[in-house]
């Protein structure tokens, strides 16, 4: 882990060679706008907001213009996180999203911080809230269980399961639906069944509540592939709690007898 | 039985060189695809039935060969007598017999199917003489048309393998780098990097494996240059790919090929197999402690997979989208190892380098610029198809001394190079010579090859919808500038066409360009606009006369032009009452006729049929 110093907007800056210069900038307490960029899953750069500006001294006064979540540390670099340019390209950026999701309040708040109230594009014939930032699939891709993906190309990209029809490899966990920045995958729990991507799931029932926990198929996978003991989801969470401050109440009764 | 070693191979080289030499005649019949969808097939299984009953002294249908493409394949299907070099084109299986009766037997010519030089109206009755080949100079197509595409023997006859045999025996990884480097090889594919810099960074990265990869995912629109090379000599292309992977210190090999050429995909899977059954791929090559294989994958047509980071995504099984470069390939490429991948017609540059050395390669072309490039030419000029020139020579006499100078006669518009990404360049850039740095100079570039030349009768402004349009269904939608940007640049050059556009918006285009330009994750998005950009530089006019007057001076923006009838010019024949598909058009026999506005589909339908030149259209 080599040491190397930066000079960002200015001021010299410590950090690791080759480490992402997002978390660096992020560190020194930089606003960095990001709209694909999530600390679970490998950098994206798709929507390319967290763009700073580059150049070394060697490079002739050349600069470059690079999304900041996958370019690595290195010594001597010179940043600027908001030249005119950068502050254009996210201007631009943030009114082409606002022509794709004119709905989308994480984009709304982010456009008007930079001053775009309003598209001044056409907006597209199909507007939803969807930002293409592939959060979801990247998790559930981490996750192991590639059951979504992005399909098609172009403007024509979306979210979806393989042919459109309930993915075999989803196990109800939502950790995409619930990593959705803008809330666009939608999920419900209906009388102890969720349904999701279209696929249908029972949830197991907490044998102590009565209350429906989670679904059978991620028990499942968290038993067989993260060492959970299978006796911990016969009861959901709050009923552990309860157990455990019943179990605590107990301790401390025996503690003060003891005492006594 | 395998060659095990060099003087093994050149043995069988001799060998090979006496076979195909054996008849002092040899017919060839071009079997690329353009030949073969126009019935080359029919016309070798005619030449199969005709020599089966008769015999000729010194000949025999050994000397019959079916070979890659000749790059003409608007005359197509071409047959040439070889060692006269007489050449015969839009050949028919009936005329057959009467090519062995009277040219292979009698040795005389058959005029009517001869090449009529369109400038002069002359026959040409060599194949050298036809001045489409005159002025080309084939280093990379050197094989192309002259030897049997699946056929092994042929390509040792004519030298093959001795390059790799030549750096295997005699060179260390390091000096062949040198030599590659030295020779001043630059990329095919487009971006033009030198190919002896790639392999050495490669090289010198510390890996327990390293990969090479052929990119054979041709994708601009009408460009068939990496496709006839794979198809009609498949091992040169694997030739090189072994020269590398011994130069970078590889084991395994790729290419990414098309599923959309399965000619192609056939015979590179023959040339595998029989590389295999001759000990040239596998374990000990020619004795040697170098080893390689190659696999073949096909891809399934997305034009973004011909860039290198999302076609090596896409050889791993993910879906292909590219990924930011800031740690470039080379060193972090496929499966995250070191990967050097170079497009098909660099691959097949490699093993004529090797045979001949780096300075009679630097001798050809220009300074920076060795070498010779392949495109495809296309478009308004008199001959189309696959010519390869060298380096430096200008784009005049690309078209009108190898193109045989615009169609009908009409002027010259612009000349569009380097695929959907490249640039539209006028008439003033005529002269200006093709290479990788001239045509970035003048906002185009080379791409992998594409030139289409346009008359007075294209308009720019469609030109540059077209392309966006393209892209915009191609970009694989990953970053915001790419997918969005392009997006709404097309739109917005939509409306250029329709008449709506302002000139703010036109402000509006080049603003818009720019920051695609440079915040796009990959060359696709970085590229995109380039259509648009340089129609905008060269042709501003034309753009302002679409805003400013509502009008479209090429006549092809159906929403500011009409159809109407000269009355002068009208014999009133019906013929355009025919063929309108609408009912637009009215009129009596002998009278001049009428055409509804309000129907008109602006088809142009009526134009094709109208002997007199009756409708005015503008």
């Given at each position: 882990m080599k040491p190397v110093t930066l000079t960002i907007n200015g001021k010299l800056v410590r950090a690791t060679q080759g480490e992402y210069l997002l978390g660096v900038l992020r560190r020194e307490k930089i606003d960095i706008p990001a709209l694909c960029h999530h600390e679970a899953v490998e950098p994206y750069g798709g929507c390319r907001l967290c763009t700073i500006e580059v150049t070394k001294p060697e490079w002739d006064g050349w600069k470059d213009y690079v999304t900041s979540c996958l370019y690595p540390a290195a010594d001597g670099l010179i940043i600027q996180t908001d030249s005119p340019q950068v502050i254009e390209i996210r201007r631009t950026i943030l009114d082409l999203y606002l022509a794709r999701c004119p709905e989308a309040k994480l984009v709304q708040d982010l456009a008007a911080k930079y001053g775009v109230m309003k598209t001044s594009y056409q907006t597209v014939p199909e507007p939803n809230d969807c930002i293409l930032c592939s959060i979801c699939t990247r998790i559930c891709d981490t996750m192991g269980f590639k059951a979504i993906s992005t399909v098609n190309r172009g403007h024509g990209k979306e979210v979806a399961p393989p042919l459109d029809q309930p993915p075999d490899a989803c196990v109800g966990c939502l950790a995409c639906a619930l990593n959705c920045p803008t809330n666009y995958i939608k999920w419900k729990d209906v009388g102890g069944t969720r349904e999701i991507w279209g696929k249908k799931f029972e949830l197991i029932r907490c044998e102590q509540t009565g209350q429906p926990t989670i679904t059978r198929e991620f028990a499942d996978y968290l038993i067989a592939n993260r060492n959970i003991n299978a006796d911990y989801f016969k009861i959901k969470d709050s009923a552990h709690r309860t157990e455990t401050s019943l179990g605590l109440g107990k301790i401390a009764q025996w503690t003060r007898e003891e005492v006594k | 039985m395998g060659i095990t070693s060099s003087k093994q191979l050149l043995e069988m080289h001799k060998e090979c060189k006496a076979t195909f030499e054996k008849y002092p005649k040899k017919v060839i019949v071009c079997c690329g695809t353009g030949c073969i969808a126009n019935g080359a097939r029919k016309i070798v299984e005619a030449f199969q039935a005709a020599l089966a009953e008769r015999k000729i002294k010194d000949f025999s249908i050994e000397a019959v060969k079916e070979t890659g493409c000749h790059g003409f394949c608007e005359q197509g299907p071409l047959v040439v007598i070889e060692p006269h070099g007489t050449f015969y084109t839009?050949?028919?299986?009936?005329?057959v017999e009467a090519i062995v009766e009277k040219s292979i037997a009698g040795g005389e010519v058959i005029e009517p199917l001869l090449y009529t030089?369109?400038?002069?109206g002359n026959k040409v009755e060599r194949y050298q003489d036809v001045s489409f080949f005159t002025h080309q100079h084939r280093i990379a197509l050197r094989n192309l048309g002259k030897i049997a595409a699946h056929d092994i023997r042929d390509y040792i006859a004519v030298g093959g393998y001795q390059g790799l045999a030549k750096v295997l025996t005699s060179m260390t990884p390091d000096q062949v780098i040198d030599l590659i480097a030295d020779s001043g090889l630059r990329g095919?594919?487009?971006?033009?990097?030198p190919a002896g810099k790639k392999w050495r960074t490669c090289r010198n990265v510390e890996s327990d494996v390293r990969y090479v990869i052929c990119n054979g995912d041709e994708g601009d629109p009408g460009a068939f240059m990496d496709r006839s090379m794979m198809e009609g000599d498949p091992h040169s292309v694997l030739e090189g790919m072994m020269i590398a992977a011994f130069a970078v210190g590889a084991k395994n090999g790729y290419i990414y090929v098309r599923e959309e050429y399965p000619l192609a995909v056939i015979h590179l899977q023959k040339a595998i197999q029989d590389c295999e059954k001759h000990g040239l791929l596998g374990d000990n090559i020619l004795g040697t402690n170098f080893s390689f294989r190659i696999r073949i994958n096909r891809g399934a047509g997305a034009f973004v997979c011909g860039e290198s980071s999302a076609l090596m995504r896409s050889v791993a099984g993910e879906v292909g989208e590219p990924r930011a470069k800031y740690i470039h390939s080379v060193i972090k490429g496929l499966w995250d190892k070191p990967t050097v991948l170079n497009n098909v017609e660099t691959y097949a540059n490699v093993p004529i380098i090797a045979m001949n050395g780096p300075e009679w390669f630097k001798s050809i072309g220009v300074k920076n610029n060795s070498g010779t490039k392949v495109f495809s030419l296309v478009g308004k000029v008199r001959n189309t198809g696959l010519i390869e020139v060298a380096m430096g020579t200008t784009l005049r006499e690309i078209i009108y001394d190898i193109g045989g100078g615009m169609l009908d006669g009409r002027p010259f518009k612009a000349v569009q190079t380097g695929g959907p990404s490249g640039g539209c360049l006028p008439?003033?850039?005529?002269d200006l010579p093709v290479d990788f740095d001239s045509l970035t100079a003048v906002g185009s570039m080379m791409g992998s090859g594409g030139m289409i030349v346009m008359d007075d009768k294209t308009c720019m402004v469609d030109v540059a919808r077209y392309f966006l349009h393209f892209l915009v269904s191609e970009s694989c939608g990953k970053c915001v500038p790419c997918r969005e940007g392009l997006y709404q640049l097309h739109e917005l050059t939509e409306r250029v066409c329709t008449g709506e556009a302002t000139e703010a918006d036109l402000e509006k285009m080049e603003k818009l360009s720019e920051v695609v330009i440079t915040a796009s994750l990959c060359g696709l998005g970085k590229s995109g606009p380039n259509p648009l950009m340089s129609t905008i530089k060269y042709f501003r006019d034309e753009y302002l006369t679409h805003i400013r007057e509502k009008r479209c001076p090429a006549a092809v923006c159906k929403k500011l032009i009409t159809y109407t009838v000269i009355e002068e010019k009208c014999t009133g024949c019906m013929a355009c009452i025919t063929a309108c598909a609408y009912n637009a058009i009215t009129g009596e026999r002998k009278k001049p006729h009428f055409i509804h506005q309000e129907k008109c589909e602006k088809c142009g339908a009526c134009v094709a049929v109208c002997k007199p030149d009756a409708i005015l259209v503008e």
């Open positions: - | 839009h050949v028919k299986p009936k005329d030089n369109p400038v002069t095919r594919g487009g971006g033009g990097f008439a003033p850039q005529l």
